[in-house]
Each structure stands twice: as C-alpha cells, then as structure tokens.
C-alpha cells in the first residue's frame, strides 16, 4: 500500500480515507463494524469522523464516534490498527460550538469518552470560527498534545487566507500547526480549492484530506436523472450535480472507466489521488461490497490520457 505522510507530521496514511459520517444513520452499527473491519483488512488504515455526525438524523449528534469507539472497544487491536480523526466546532446544540479553548477543551473529553480512547490521532478543526482568536485556539491545542490526548491537528472548511493566518498565529505561539485540510474537492467541485487553497496547501506542505470525494455519490454513476434521486436517503444531495457539466462529467467517467475495467467511483477517487498536494480523499460506504469497491481506487493508475479527459470534461 502506498502511505502518504500527513503534511509534516509523523502520520502515515492511506490513500483513502473512510468516511463515517454515514454511520449511525444509513449503516447501523452491525454493519458499520463489518465496513471498519473490512476497511483495516484491505490494508486502510484512516478513519474519519466528527462529534456532529449525524446530528441530522434520529441517531442525533455524537453517533457516528460512539459506533467507532464500540467498535473500538472489541479489542483485538483495532485501536493500533486505525489512524483515528474526529473533528470540534460545528454546533452540538445550544452553546455548543465554536473553536474557543474553553469549548475545545470540553468537546475533545466527551468525543475521547464516545470513542472509547485516551487519545485522537487528528484532531480537526471542523469548520472556522472568527469570533475566537487564533492563537487562542492554537494554544488550547497545544495544551491537548502536551497531555498526549491528541496527536497532530488539522483543519476543514478553511479559506486561503484564514488557514495561512491560522498556520502563521501556531508559529508565533509555538504551537503545534495544523497539518492537514480538509476542503469540499472532487471532480465536479474544484474552484474552490483549486483558487488558492491547493497552492498554500502545497507551498506549506500541509496534507489535504477532501470530503465528498464521490460528490453525496452522484459520481457514482447511481443518479443520472431526477428519478434516480429517491434510489437513497442521500440522493438528494446529489440534485445539485444533475446539469450539463455533471452528464458530460459522468461521460468522461464512464468512457475512462470502461477503458480500465473499472467502476466511475473508482476512477473519480483515482482522479482525486493524483491531484498534486493531495494525501487522499474520503469516501464512505453503506455496505461491505461498496466499500470493496472503493478500496478499488487505490489500485488503479490512471494515464495522462485518461486524467487530461476528466480535466477537460470537469473543467468549469
């Protein structure tokens, strides 16, 4: 397997992240624990989560980290085998939210409960909060990693600009930086970090960790019409996607995949992989044989050929 190290820090990944945001919600625990075991033994080893996941569904806020730290808690030395990532920021209810050192300080003793663990392996900061001060947050970060209770930090949602002051205030402090981002990016989602973030990403050596690497699962191939949207509680998220650029995106997905005897979702992830600066994206899975089926996009090479034709059919 091809590990990937986290921006500067001494974490090695692989180059697919699993997603969980999903678990709790539309993959109960049984089957969550069949995914993360089957995940560990394809040779993965990243695990993404967040203490709101799936603060939108009846299994409420805090479900996603408490299937992980059940499964967790079954011993047989899954907790070595994972390189565990939880976020704090996005609001848990009433109060509850934000970066201040007060409030991280409360979030990442309850996610360390949920999760059945003494420590965080990427402690991330969900989404920014520029009502706290930077350095405040970069100081209560560095109290977590003097403690041993998290390991490195990284960031999600951030601009250019606001991750380039967030990286400059932990350098003034003498701080731990954040060592990863986690932006929106997938092939049709590219402005956005390719406008800026992607550069600093690159020139800072900071690891970059997209999210919706499947675009809610419309590069798939799963929805091609308005029809196709109630196939799946997530479908419609991918409403969005169903345009002009989407089709002819999906066109250009089935055409390379065919050429490799591949699925669109793997060659979407495999694109996503051989963008420069990018560590790997996350994707998650509903079941085992999805899952196997995402693994898949670790394994394939794509051509300069087959990554000029996702280029030019996504370009915006």
């Known amino acids: 397997m ?20 999903v678990f709790g919600w539309t993959a109960n625990e049984k089957t969550s624990f069949a995914i993360l075991d089957a995940f560990v033994d394809g040779g993965f080893n990243a695990v993404d989560t967040a203490d709101v996941y799936s603060r939108w569904s009846p299994a409420g806020a805090g479900a996603s980290e408490t299937v992980i730290g059940n499964w967790i808690a079954q011993g047989g030395g899954r907790r070595e085998k994972i390189v565990l990532a939880t976020k704090v920021g996005s609001e848990m209810g009433e109060g509850m939210k934000g970066l201040s050192a007060r409030y991280i300080e409360q979030a990442v003793e309850a996610s360390l409960q949920r999760l ?28 977590l990693v003097k ?124 694109w996503v992989m051989a963008q420069p600066g990018l560590t790997g994206p996350i994707a998650s899975a509903t079941s085992v044989s999805q899952l196997e089926e995402l693994m898949g996009s670790a394994r394939l090479k794509l051509s300069d050929d087959d990554l000029a034709r996702l280029d030019q059919a996504s370009a915006s």
């Not at 091809?2 to 699993?18: C, E, F, N, T």
């Not at 059945?116 to 970060?141: C, F, G, V």
């Not at 191939?221 to 419609?236: C, V, W």
Request: hydrophobic content about 35%; overall charge negative; aromatic content about 6%.
């Open 2 to 21: 091809d590990m990937r190290r986290l921006g500067r820090s001494d974490l090695k990944i692989a180059p697919l992240v699993l997603g969980t945001n």
């Open 116 to 143: 059945k663990t003494d420590r965080i392996d990427l402690y991330q900061s969900h989404r920014d909060d520029p009502d706290t001060p930077q350095d405040e947050t970069a100081e209560a970060y560095a109290r």
């Open 147 to 270: 403690a041993g209770k998290v390991r490195v930090i990284g960031s999600s949602n951030f601009t250019p600009e606001r991750l380039k002051s967030a990286l400059d205030a932990a350098q003034a402090a003498g701080a731990p930086r954040y060592e990863s981002e986690q932006p929106l990016y997938n092939l049709y989602d590219r402005a956005g970090f390719e406008a800026g973030l992607q550069k600093l990403c690159i020139e800072e050596e900071v690891g970059v960790i997209p999210y919706y690497g499947l675009a809610s699962g419309f590069l798939t191939g799963k929805y091609r019409s308005e029809e196709d949207l109630s196939k799946s509680p997530r479908g419609r998220g991918a409403k969005r996607y169903l345009d002009a650029r989407g089709l002819a995106i999906l066109e250009a997905l089935d055409e390379v995949s065919a050429g490799h005897g591949a699925t669109p979702a793997q060659v979407a992830l495999a």
